[in-house]
C-alpha cells in the first residue's frame, strides 16, 4: 500500500493518537493535544480546533478566580477569556498558527502576558500582577503579566520564543518589554532606560525603555520573541 494513500493516512493518524504521551502533547509547532480523563482544563476561549470523546466545554464563570482577580482584570485589559473542559478524550486547541509552547511546573511560578496563555490544568493557580518598579512605564504590555502557579502542565503562544538564562552572579539580561513573551517566578524586573540610543535618535525609542532582570534566588529565564507585541498594534 502506498503511504500515501488514504487508508495509510488515516491508520497513521490511529497509531499517532494511542501512542502514550503526556497530558500536554504538541502535534508540530502549532497545535496542542490535551488529554483529558475525568478532570477539568482551563483552555482559551474560541481555541479548540477539534476534540474526540465526551467532552463538555463550559465558559469560565465571572468571578471563578476572585473578585480582586475581575476588577484587576477589568483596569488592566490584561487576562485571557478561558472556558473549562472536562469528561473523557482529547482535545485539539491552536490559536491563529502561533508557536506553542508547553511546559510542566512542579510547585513553582511563571509570569506570561495574558494574551498569550493558551491552556492549564485546573490544578494551576491564576492571578494577574502589576509588574512592580516600572515607574511610569504604563504604555506597554509588559506592564501588566498573569502569574501561573503549582504544580501541573501549562501552554502559551508566541510568534517562536528564544529563552535567556538569568544567572545569579552573572551579567544583568535586558529586554524589550514588547517582544518579552514571559519570565520565571523567582525574578523581579525593573526598569532599565537606555539615555544614549534615546538620545542619538533624537526621540522616544522602544528600544531605550527595557526591563532588566538579575537573578537574586537561583537560576532564572526570561523568554523572548522576533515580535514586539506593542498596545498599538493589532496582532494578525
Avoid at 14 to 42: A, M, P, R, W
Avoid at 51 to 79: A, D, H, P, Q, W
Wanted: aromatic share 10%; proline share 2%.
Amino acid at each position: 500500500m502506498s503511504q500515501y494513500s488514504t487508508q495509510e493516512v488515516v491508520d497513521q493518524a490511529i497509531l499517532e493518537n494511542e501512542k502514550q504521551v503526556e497530558v500536554f502533547h504538541q502535534k508540530g509547532d502549532n497545535l496542542l493535544q490535551i488529554f483529558i480523563h475525568n478532570n477539568s482544563f482551563f483552555i482559551k476561549k474560541g481555541c479548540s480546533v477539534g476534540y474526540v470523546g465526551n467532552i463538555t466545554f463550559e465558559r469560565e464563570r465571572v468571578f471563578e478566580k476572585g473578585i480582586g482577580n475581575f476588577v484587576k482584570r477589568r483596569l488592566s485589559s490584561e487576562g485571557t477569556s478561558l472556558m473549562t473542559a472536562s469528561g473523557q478524550g482529547c482535545v485539539y486547541v491552536a490559536d491563529r498558527g502561533r508557536s506553542i509552547k508547553v511546559l510542566r511546573l512542579d510547585n513553582e511560578s511563571i509570569f506570561i502576558k495574558g494574551n498569550d496563555v493558551l491552556a492549564h490544568e485546573a490544578t494551576i493557580k491564576t492571578d494577574i500582577k502589576f509588574t512592580k518598579n516600572l515607574g511610569e512605564y504604563v504604555g506597554s504590555q509588559g506592564l501588566w503579566t498573569v502569574r501561573l502557579k503549582g504544580t501541573g502542565y501549562i501552554a502559551f503562544t508566541s510568534r517562536g520564543v528564544y529563552t535567556l538564562p538569568v544567572i545569579p552572579n552573572g551579567a544583568p539580561v535586558y529586554v524589550d518589554a514588547d517582544a518579552m513573551v514571559c519570565y520565571s517566578g523567582n525574578l523581579n524586573p525593573s526598569l532599565h532606560t537606555d539615555l544614549s540610543i534615546k538620545t542619538f535618535l533624537a526621540r522616544d525609542s522602544g528600544e531605550s525603555i527595557q526591563l532588566k532582570f538579575e537573578a537574586l534566588k537561583g537560576v532564572g529565564f526570561v523568554m523572548i520573541q522576533p515580535y514586539e507585541e506593542s498596545s498599538k498594534k493589532t496582532d494578525t
